[in-house]
């Protein structure tokens, strides 16, 4: 996201863009805000660690009349100028309805859960298991949380592995943590007796459409970054044009047959 926003942002030089990174903490990125307030900004652009703790500072630039562009995780409630993201549970619902073509109907799925407090998360969870009701041989036989983070799906698998000796798919809510299952699964010598899917569909050599191409993934799901878009509004906004309150990303499925399509435009903005 911060690789595209720079990308883009060279397009429009009268725009200049200061970074913070909260590493996953909500107390950092709340410090973070208020810092850029007292450097008394034109415009913010936020992607909430999570939404609750996030909502009153977001709120509270909205209000001191700062456009604020809240990207790719919602926060509670409506005080910003515009909301960029994809649709969190049509991807997880996307995922859910392949999943259950490639099972026939029926099997026992891990589900790697990201950081519980985010919409994402809950998105990708809510529309994936909607989309499997449908299919009572379908079971979610272990679910654990591993905050979007690869480290923490490997341990979390290295458990479901030793409590369930048959495990026949892998959700995880993002390629990251897809890639940890997989490794886990390949210590133990199993990873062939299951699919893997992920979602974000990143590019790069760690991202997800190089696994799917590699077979470590059997699928993933575009996420947009928003990143351009974001510029793009940003300047818009900065230039007194009316935006709308809600821009919606779309998603697609990468599967082995597809992925050289998905890489080739990000090889080609190189």
């Known amino acids: 996201m911060n690789a595209q926003v720079a990308a883009r942002a060279k397009d429009f030089p009268d725009l200049e863009i200061a970074y913070a990174d909260a590493q996953q903490d909500n107390a950092k990125q709340v410090a973070d805000v208020e810092n850029f307030l007292r450097q008394k900004i034109d415009l913010l652009i936020i992607s909430p660690n999570e939404a609750k703790p996030l909502t009153p500072i977001v709120r509270r630039v909205f209000e001191q009349k700062i456009p604020v562009i809240v990207l790719d995780r919602a926060i509670e409630g409506d005080t910003y100028t515009t909301f960029i993201g994809a649709?969190?549970?049509?991807?997880?619902k996307a995922a859910g309805e392949y999943i259950a073509k490639v099972l026939n109907g029926k099997g026992?799925?891990?589900?790697?859960?990201?950081?519980?407090g985010s919409p994402p998360?809950?998105?990708?969870?809510?529309?994936f298991r909607e989309a499997i009701a449908k299919f009572p041989d379908i079971h979610i036989v272990h679910d654990p949380v591993a905050n979007w983070l690869r480290e923490e799906a490997m341990s979390q698998m290295e458990s479901a592995l030793a409590a369930?000796?048959?495990?026949?798919?892998?959700?995880?809510?993002n390629d990251p943590m897809a890639a940890g299952a997989f490794l886990a699964a390949k210590a133990k010598g199993r990873e062939n007796e299951m699919k893997f899917v992920g979602i974000d569909a990143l590019p790069g050599l760690d991202g997800g459409i190089q696994?799917?191409?590699d077979g470590r993934l059997a699928a993933t799901f575009v996420y947009p970054t928003g990143g351009k878009?974001?510029?793009?509004?940003?300047d818009r906004?900065?230039?007194g044009e009316k935006v709308p309150h809600k821009i919606v990303l779309q998603t697609a499925m990468v599967t082995k047959?597809?992925?050289?399509q998905f890489q080739q435009p990000a090889a080609a903005a190189k």
């Open 121 to 127: 998360a809950r998105d990708r969870r809510d529309g």
């Open 229 to 234: 878009e974001a510029v793009e509004t940003a």
């Open 108 to 116: 026992d799925v891990v589900e790697i859960q990201g950081l519980p």
């Open 237 to 239: 906004i900065l230039k």
């Open 257 to 260: 047959e597809n992925a050289a």
């Open 211 to 213: 696994m799917v191409a």
């Open 164 to 173: 369930h000796p048959h495990i026949d798919l892998v959700y995880a809510h």
């Open 87 to 92: 649709d969190n549970k049509l991807i997880g």
